[in-house]
């Protein structure tokens, strides 16, 4: 192939077209994607509150309440869930930075009075085979039907009742840690939830 | 001009004589970092053979407009644009495989392999040859990323491509789902796949 001689003007051209057109094929593109990735989030933010709250016929996604707090970064997201407008429970979100690597998120399902309905994991990183069966159904199951005010979410070796993940130690801690805080959430401002706004 | 049976060629070296991962040893991040199951290998695997055949398309055809001296940014450009877009595309429609493979699909634009076979392959060749060639690694870098995905699973986790074919208290060897095991398995991968290759070249 015959090299192109290389000056400061053919240089400058060269590249200035080229990040011209990647820059506008990246904005197309994204321009493309927008709508389809608001939606995968939200479908994925519906179906997690599908599964832990109790039967409901309200709209929570719409009726959602934003608690900043100072232990966590994005703010806590209250989901009320009401039963032909009958207060039946809420789903809260709950994060820890602490996990094996990094942001553990999930979503906690509350009933009326505190007790932990369901809880479903909504971001994680941790080690997969490990740490990532934080999502199983038998690791789950133990933290249904109990209410944090009397279980301690801290895991066995700590003191606490939950019964660690084979291997992933870290990853259960940083997983009760969440649920506390959205249980602390929940107890804070559930007087905002019960009330009715219509 | 290059004829059919040089394209057969030219396509096979990817898989076999020139494999990305288990010969030439290109690529190592992400081979080690995803493929702690096959899917995600599989996912990866099929993601870079995307880049990669895209990067090889637009630099085939701009090499002759590009000044040597600022080739090398211009590829990387090329590639980043289409990684991006990758990701992008990953987020909207597979939303599941975006959060598997996490910070690896931005990680697409240092893999040596893509880079290389822009420098080494697609800026001195014509446009369907650079095609084969794309095809030809994308594909040996897919199937490579694959079975060590897929070893991995089967040892670490007891299943493939999430079906599991033990109980679900089985002890399993975890150490091949951990970063070790990727070492492990892929050394003993490439000693496998060196000595099969052997005997037929």
Known sequence: ?198 | MANTLDHKQNFLKGIIKENPVFVMLLGMCPTLGVTSSAFNGLGMGVATLFVLLMSNIVVSLIKTQVPNKVRIPAFIIIIASFVTIVEMVLEAFIPFLYEQLGIFIPLIVVNCLILGRAESFASKNNLLASIVDALGMGVGFVIALTALGAAREILGNGSIFEFKFVSEDASTFILFILPPGAFIALAYLAVVFNKMTQKTA
């Open chain 1, 1 to 198: 192939m015959k090299k192109k001689e290389s000056t400061l003007i053919n240089m400058v051209l060269v590249l200035f077209v080229i990040t011209l057109a990647a820059g506008l094929s990246l904005g197309y593109v994204n321009d493309l994607t927008l709508e389809p990735k608001a939606k995968a989030r939200l479908a994925k933010k519906v179906n997690a509150l599908k599964t832990v709250l109790p039967q409901f016929n309200n709209a929570p996604v719409s009726e959602v309440v934003k608690v900043k707090i100072e232990q966590a970064k994005d703010s806590i997201e209250l989901y009320p869930a009401l039963q032909d407008s009958v207060f039946v429970g809420a789903a809260v979100t709950g994060a820890s930075e602490r996990g094996y690597s990094g942001l553990v998120k999930v979503m906690v399902g509350f009933e009326p009075d505190g007790t932990i309905k369901n809880i479903a994991v909504l971001e994680q990183k941790e080690t997969p085979g490990l740490g990532t069966k934080m999502k199983s159904e038998k690791f789950v199951k133990q933290f249904r039907g109990k209410n944090p005010a009397s279980f301690n979410l801290k895991v066995k070796k700590e003191g606490g009742e939950v019964d660690a993940l084979a291997g992933a130690t870290i990853s259960t801690r940083a997983f009760g840690e969440a649920t506390q805080q959205a249980y602390d959430a929940y107890m804070n401002n559930k007087e905002i939830l019960v009330k009715p706004n219509n």
